[in-house]
């Protein structure tokens, strides 16, 4: 596996990984601490995984790239589904 498709996976999976907290961040109120919680809480787990796949300082800002657009992919794809869940448009 080339370097090139291990960032490609580690950005994917970043990216993933924050989805169900982007969906979780859309139904707290803002500020919360379980706002906080949902957008911290993926942050660990995308820190082992960056030291697990061999990445330096450098990948950092591609991580959180990311994962800022997992969040928002999160939060608009649950916004989405549950205003066609109410039959309004989006």
Known sequence: ????????????????LNLPFGAWRATVRKFSWQWFLAIHLPIPFIIVMRLS?????????????????????????FKVLRARRKGMPY
């Open 1 to 16: 596996m080339t370097n090139l498709e291990r960032e490609a996976i580690a950005i994917a999976v970043a990216t993933a």
């Open 53 to 77: 796949f061999g990445f330096g300082w450098w990948f950092v800002p591609f991580m959180l790239a990311s994962a800022v657009a997992g969040q928002v992919l999160g939060s608009w794809l």
